[in-house]
């Protein structure tokens, strides 16, 4: 089908963000601090949770794989944003676009099954203490890790292919910083309607039952917290998911804010802004929230830095 193709647009123009000119080199230099703030932080995570034999727990290999996706899912767009805002024609090639589409909605979607894994984790850890180790066994881990891997790459490459068979004839200006699936059904000059009803069905699956599943299991532990209601117990939980909840509430809040609340009056700027948001902010504070708010994460942060401190 990808052979049949008879596209004649070898490349889109991306328009990129509504920036006055005067302001570009302000919202340039803004911009590539925090994609530089994204790498930095989410390789620290990694790092730190493979150097240090204490974190190598269910929760932290769920957290070194979100940490490898944020990282890789801003560099998806960062990039290409930051060069397109230094050029004159801010460009990208028809099979780039593509390859944008589908790394943009790889990582997306393994975000969302991380964060289910993750859910679950800490359901365990709350609900059933004493059988922590015994049901979150490593084999149980690696497999939650795959599968989501799995079905995150058929996904994405689901719709990459049936995006390839579509024809773009004359229009090839997206309203957009990258190469968005919705931006870019409607530029083309072919039937859409298998695409759009794929979209519609796994919607479902990869955000929709995500979201209901963490809802679920943070309904069950808040019904145990109180069940054995203590100051000791209510801390405990909140200290365990503070930082998922925080993560949640930013991933899962800007894509409802875009999605499912869409406003009639200047759309393409809100969605810009709203893209911005889970594309470079919310990679960019994950970081942040695990550390901060992570004992764990600060004990081994400070284990590194006296290793370094004494071998200099």
């Not at 929760?59 to 940490?67: A, I, Q, R």
């Not at 109180?226 to 930082?243: D, E, Q």
């Not at 800007?254 to 802004?273: E, F, H, M, Q, W």
Request: some cysteine; glycine content about 4%; charged content about 10%.
């Amino acid at each position: 089908m990808i052979g049949r193709n008879q596209s004649i647009i070898s490349e889109f123009l991306l328009l990129g963000l509504p920036i006055q000119p005067e302001h570009q080199n302000l919202f340039y230099a803004l911009f590539l601090a925090m994609y530089l703030t994204t790498v930095l932080g989410n390789l620290i995570i990694i790092v730190l949770i493979y150097l240090n034999s204490h974190l190598h727990t269910p929760m932290y290999l769920f957290l070194s794989n979100l940490s490898f996706s944020d990282l890789c899912f801003s560099s998806v767009t960062m990039p290409k944003l930051l060069q397109n805002m230094q050029s004159q024609v801010p460009s990208i090639p028809y099979a780039d676009c593509l390859t944008q589409m589908y790394f943009f909605l790889l990582f997306g979607d393994l975000e969302s099954f991380l964060l289910v894994a993750m859910a679950y984790d800490r359901y365990v850890a709350i609900c059933f203490p004493l059988h922590y180790t015994t049901i979150m066994s490593p084999k149980l881990c690696l497999f939650l890790v795959v599968l989501s891997w799995v079905l995150t790459v058929f996904h994405a490459m689901l719709h990459t292919l049936l995006m390839a068979r579509l024809c773009f004839c004359t229009e090839n200006v997206i309203p957009h910083f990258f190469c968005d699936m919705s931006a870019l059904l409607k530029l083309s000059c072919s039937d859409t309607h298998v695409n759009e009803l794929v979209i519609f069905i796994t919607a479902g699956l990869i955000l929709l039952i995500p979201f209901v599943l963490i809802l679920l299991s943070y309904g069950r532990i808040v019904s145990s917290i109180l069940k054995v209601p203590s100051a000791r117990g209510i801390h405990k939980a909140f200290s365990t998911c503070g930082s998922h909840l925080s993560v949640v509430s930013l991933f899962y809040g800007t894509l409802i804010g875009l999605y499912l609340c869409p406003s009639a009056n200047n759309s393409t700027v809100k969605d810009t802004v709203m893209a911005l948001m889970y594309t470079v902010v919310t990679p960019m504070l994950n970081p942040f929230i695990y550390s901060l708010r992570n004992r764990d994460m600060k004990v081994a942060m400070g284990r590194i830095f006296k290793k370094i401190s004494f071998s200099l």
